[in-house]
Nanobody
């Protein structure tokens, strides 16, 4: 399984970005998917997660109401739509796949495969 994250970049505060994560090697529908982020000098933190079908999602309190996760299993791709971005959202964003398809775990250790990360920088 390989995950390829893309869509990061530089955006002004209040702007939007959509990250994509494409899976190859296995059907995306076999996995729950999570998004995490890591800012310089900080621990990797949970952003959100979605079950295999896309019907159930969970979000960190810090992004609730601003970020949303969706997935297109036919395209083997999961998305993170980020709106109303703040400078504190700046980080490397990682997608991850978990083998328990109904999970929405917040713990990095519950995910089996990770993408390489995409950098998001929000300027004030």
């Amino acid at each position: 399984v390989q995950l390829q994250a893309s869509g990061g970049g530089l955006v002004q505060a209040g702007g939007s970005l959509r990250l994509s994560c494409a899976m190859s090697g296995r059907p995306l529908s076999s996995y729950a998917m999570g998004w995490f982020r890591q800012a310089p000098g900080k621990e990797r933190e949970f952003v959100g997660a979605v079950t295999w079908s896309g019907t159930m999602t969970s979000y960190a309190d810090s992004v609730k109401g601003r970020f949303s996760i969706s997935r297109d299993n036919a395209k083997n791709t999961v998305y993170l739509q980020m709106n109303s971005l703040k400078p504190e959202d700046s980080a490397v964003y990682y997608c991850a796949a978990g083998s328990h398809p109904y999970s929405r775990s917040t713990r990095p250790s519950d995910y089996d495969y990770w993408g390489q990360g995409t950098l998001v920088t929000v300027s004030s």
